[in-house]
């Protein structure tokens, strides 16, 4: 059982924020950042210095070599590396800098990001930022970037433009690579943030190991590909049990979740708390919704504020997944992932949230496409497809951009499926809102980069597609888009940079 630092039971001190760093409306067209040293600035342009960034609990965090405030530099190293995950022989993994999930990526909106990657592997990988709208050169895609090869080094260096909770992970080998452990957090801050009494970050996976305690072997055949592989140990924070944690009466907290798993998707609720959702994928809402359950895709995320209730004696965050019982039925179970004793009190300001606007979802698209997801056995090998195409990422990959658009302007994209029970399929480089299921309006606010589409159930997402460049787009299931199921996208003029 992990033990997080326990909350301050003294009253909380919340952080002054000047004045000339107060509300600001986010643009959502605005792709760029800006130095975030200093603020709006007061009387004769005198810079004001933003507050420190909160601490976020529940990963170790990256540290930072650049004095600069606006620049966080930082370095990563994937190699192999054996953990203690069940009680028993160690698990082989492939981690970043040893630590599972690796280390947390701390940054503010408009800090310049510098990461030093080593690739100690035995083969070859790239980082993706998955939901960072940074430049498609820096995007980790192996269409773009040279993978980097045992013993290499590359620097990622960019800007990060919006706030929010996001995630990097390998963009290589992934069935394997995903699996065995490399990925990891990022949390970028709002320039003028809302202060809570604790800030923390949740990182669900799944894992099948067999009883040696290692790594099962990979299938190339079955359920495994038709439907994506699916762990046997639950993980949460690189743990095999809920992470245990405490928190005071009257807190006010942000838990920030990530589900980096394969194709498990959970149904999120909690227990003991009044819980709102503050955030998704591409940050803040303009309006935070009450949930009593969120539904979660792979790679997707939830920000959450978490209020203990005054009766509760401990606040609960669980998964209800889909397991087989002992007659083998499929049916929806529990399970914990996070049990915070409500322990001590605090008295909290109400956070206060930045007005945020997101693009019109009820503006007349420019145009309405479709893309199909399919698949199929050619020649004895599965193959996945998106209109058709079918991509592989490796030595020899091909290039298929099978859309291209204008900038800045509004395209619905209907997603459907016709093989497998779902992908949660993400767009590098771009947000959009989803907007209907089965052509019905639907309630799914936040601006995402991953949408979960289900069998027999075509979803409608719209993008403005605010950043240009050639972006991959591909179902997040490993066995799925290394199949195929993996296509470009290319927003504006093509990049200069392609190999
Ligand atoms: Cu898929």
Request: glycine share 10%; aromatic share 8%.
């Amino acid at each position: 059982m992990t033990l997080l630092r326990a909350s301050l039971a003294a009253p909380f001190l919340l952080v002054g924020l000047s004045s000339g760093c107060g509300e600001e409306s986010i643009d959502p067209l605005d792709g760029g950042g800006g130095s975030s040293t200093t603020g709006g600035g007061g009387e004769g342009g005198v810079p004001v210095v933003l507050p420190p960034l909160p601490d976020v609990e529940g990963i170790g965090i990256l540290e930072d070599d650049n004095p600069d405030p606006a620049i966080v530099e930082v370095n990563l190293v994937a190699r192999p590396n054996e953990l203690a995950l069940l009680d028993g022989p160690e698990t082989a993994l492939l981690n970043y800098n040893d630590q599972l999930p690796g280390p947390l990526l701390h940054a503010r909106v408009g800090d310049r990001v510098i990461v030093h990657f080593t690739n100690e592997l035995e083969e070859p990988t790239t980082i993706h930022w998955h939901g960072l709208r940074i430049s498609d050169q820096m995007d980790g895609s192996p269409m773009i970037q040279n993978p980097v090869q045992p013993g290499e080094t590359f620097t990622y260096d960019f800007v990060v433009p919006d706030a929010g909770t996001f995630w990097y992970h390998t963009h290589l080998h992934q069935i394997e690579q995903l699996e065995r452990g490399l990925y990891g957090a990022i949390v970028v801050h709002e320039e003028a943030f809302p202060v809570f009494s604790a800030e923390r970050v949740f990182v669900a996976d799944d894992i099948r190991l067999d009883d040696d305690n290692q790594v099962s072997p990979f299938l190339t055949s079955g359920p495994d590909i038709g439907a994506g592989r699916v762990g046997n140990t639950l993980l949460v924070n690189g743990r095999t049990e809920p992470v245990s944690l405490t928190i005071p009466r009257g807190a006010i907290e942000r838990w920030r979740f990530v589900l980096s798993s394969n194709s498990l998707y959970y149904g999120l609720r909690m227990r003991g708390a009044d819980a709102r959702v503050i955030a998704t994928d591409g940050g803040l809402l303009p309006e935070p919704f009450e949930l009593d359950r969120v539904e979660i895709a792979p790679g997707q995320r939830y920000d959450f504020e978490v209020r203990p209730q005054p009766g509760a004696t401990e606040v609960v965050l669980e998964a209800m997944i889909f397991v087989l019982d002992e007659n083998d039925q499929v049916v929806e179970a529990p399970f914990e992932l996070a049990v915070a004793k409500i322990e001590g009190e605090v008295q909290t300001a109400e956070p206060a949230y930045p007005e945020v606007v997101h693009p019109p979802v009820d503006a007349a698209p420019a145009e309405e496409i479709k893309w199909a997801l399919s698949g199929g056995v050619v020649a004895g090998q599965v193959e996945f497809t998106i209109n058709g195409e079918s991509v592989f990422v490796g030595d020899d990959h091909e290039h298929v951009v099978i859309d291209t658009f204008e900038p800045n302007v509004p395209v619905a994209i209907t997603i459907r499926s016709n093989v497998s029970p779902a992908h949660p399929f993400h767009i590098h480089g771009q947000f959009f809102q989803i907007i209907a299921r089965d052509g019905e309006p639907v309630f799914e606010p936040g601006l995402r980069d991953t949408v979960h589409v289900r069998g027999a159930e075509p979803a409608t997402i719209l993008s403005y597609f605010e950043n240009p460049g050639r972006w991959m787009i591909h179902c997040h299931i490993s066995e799925h888009s290394e199949n195929g199921m993996m296509a470009d996208i290319v927003v504006g003029e093509a990049s200069a940079h392609e190999h």
